[in-house]
């Protein structure tokens, strides 16, 4: 017992200095030290809670929006007769026989009772119009009535029951960055939704002064028409255009704004046309030399270069070199800006304008009025409604006023500018709209007889063949 005592002692102690020496004399030191140095970057991050679903598009649900949409878009097709010349009515003086043309694109429900809002452009010159909805059922459609200004028109059917659709959002409220669905018929494909982002607000076309959402959302042949919607299923839009060489969707897309197209139905309906009020100023294109050797181009707002006698603006004291800021509580950056909220209004209706003058920024109470001017059909002469002013010296009470006449007619010596128009072809014209309609009879193969007063106040008769 003792001797195993000895050996276990003298094997631990053995086994102890084996240990001691290798830890000591071998083993090569793999301490790890943590420190810190002031040159080592610094990272701060967030403590925003973040979504279980992740960020991104994976945030977003589109399948709400997507199912209360589909079934509130419909295919309109459109059936035109065209006038097809031959060789042979050339030589035979026969009329040209007419080719059936089909044309297609989309429409949105708004109502149960089956009233649809489309594009004018999609019904423009109809013989026959059929609409077909999300389950294939066609039914034949009424043009109820359009307006070519805005592209909006509204057409109807009788179905058989009450039909799903789509109530007007505000779109106004419409943010740049949000998302947004476009739903319609391209390709003769029934309801096909697809998703984007509002681009911009408030962009013009060209140079119409018609006010659009621009979206990133693909949008192609066909889609005319559609609904744009946010991920509420709220109408905010009308589909109506793309830019591309192609004519294929390339990245562009835009919108009549719902604000614009609900009051423009709602005017349809109620008076039978579209009635515009007008605030009654003109502003110089900001990429005309004139605007850029003066600096317009760099304002924020829109620089009144005209106001327009007896006009709103005229009446509640606008002047030339006023930078209208804000309409109501709509600020204002550009020209679109401005005629986009005005298209949402009436003759009648009151909007509060805040200028900035001489560095002071004013507000201008404006009681908008009917549009007082207008290019005429055919012959493109600017004409306006005669003021109170013109009635007096020249002692009528009717009439329209020119104000400007093409370069073409002022070329062949035409100074008619000033004059008033009093009859066209024996037709009396008291305002605008008469002038409108009777010069929109005018044929460029027969005579036009226009009666007016000269700027002497001398009674003239001018033909036109």
């Known amino acids: 017992m003792k001797r195993f005592t000895s050996l276990l002692m003298v094997a631990i102690f053995g086994g102890a200095i084996t240990l001691g020496g290798y830890k000591l004399f071998i083993e090569k030191d793999k301490s790890a030290f943590a420190f810190t140095e002031s040159e080592m970057p610094v990272f701060k991050t967030s403590n925003t809670p973040v979504s279980s679903a992740g960020a991104g598009i994976d945030a977003v649900d589109f399948t709400t929006a997507a199912e209360n949409t589909v079934n509130a878009v419909v295919h309109v097709k459109n059936l035109t007769l065209n006038k097809a010349p031959s060789f042979l009515d050339f030589f035979y003086g026969s009329e040209p026989r007419q080719v059936p043309q089909i044309g297609t694109g989309s429409g949105v429900i708004i109502s149960p009772d089956g009233y649809i809002v489309t594009n004018n452009h999609v019904i423009a010159k109809s013989t026959e119009l059929k609409v077909t909805l999300n389950n294939n059922k066609s039914y034949d459609a009424e043009l109820i009535g359009t307006d070519p200004n805005t592209d909006i028109a509204l057409i109807k059917i009788d179905a058989d029951r009450s039909l799903p659709y789509l109530a007007f959002g505000d779109s106004d409220n419409t943010k740049v960055g949000e998302w947004v669905l476009a ?144 309409i109501d509580d709509i600020k204002i950056q550009r020209f679109a800006d401005l005629t986009g909220y005005i298209s949402t209004k009436r003759p009648g209706d009151k909007v509060e304008v805040t200028v900035e003058r001489d560095g002071e920024t004013m507000i201008f109470p404006v009681t908008l009025k009917e549009r007082q001017s207008l290019i005429v059909p055919v012959m493109g002469l600017v004409v306006k409604n005669l003021t109170e002013k013109d009635k007096k010296l020249f002692k009528i009470k009717e009439g329209v006023k020119i104000t400007g ?61």
Do not use: H
Not at 432 to 440: H, L, P, S, V
């Open 183 to 326: 739903v319609g018929n391209p390709f003769n494909l029934t309801s096909t939704v697809t998703a984007g982002i509002v681009s911009a607000k408030a962009r013009a076309l060209g140079n119409s002064e018609q006010s659009f959402i621009q979206t990133d959302a693909a949008v192609n042949p066909g889609n005319s028409g559609g609904a744009l919607v946010n991920t509420n299923g709220d109408l905010i839009g009308i589909n109506t255009a793309i830019t591309s060489q192609t004519g294929s969707y390339v990245g562009y897309s835009f919108a009549v704004p719902s604000n614009i197209a609900k009051k423009v139905v709602e005017d349809i309906l109620e008076y039978g046309n579209v009635q515009k009020g007008m605030l009654g100023i003109s502003a110089p294109r900001i990429n005309t030399p004139y605007a850029i050797e003066n600096g317009i181009n760099e304002i924020e707002g829109v620089y009144v270069g005209t106001v327009e006698e007896e006009s709103g603006a005229d009446d509640a004291g606008l002047k030339t070199g006023d930078i209208i800021k804000q």
């Open 405 to 465: 006449i093409p370069e073409t007619y002022r070329r062949d010596g035409l100074e008619l500018e000033g004059s008033i128009i009093l009859e066209i072809d024996g037709e009396p014209i008291n305002n605008i709209q008469d002038a409108r309609i009777e010069f929109g009879k005018i044929t460029r193969y027969g005579k036009t007889v226009i009666t007016l007063l000269n700027k002497d106040g001398e009674r003239e008769r001018v033909i036109f063949q």
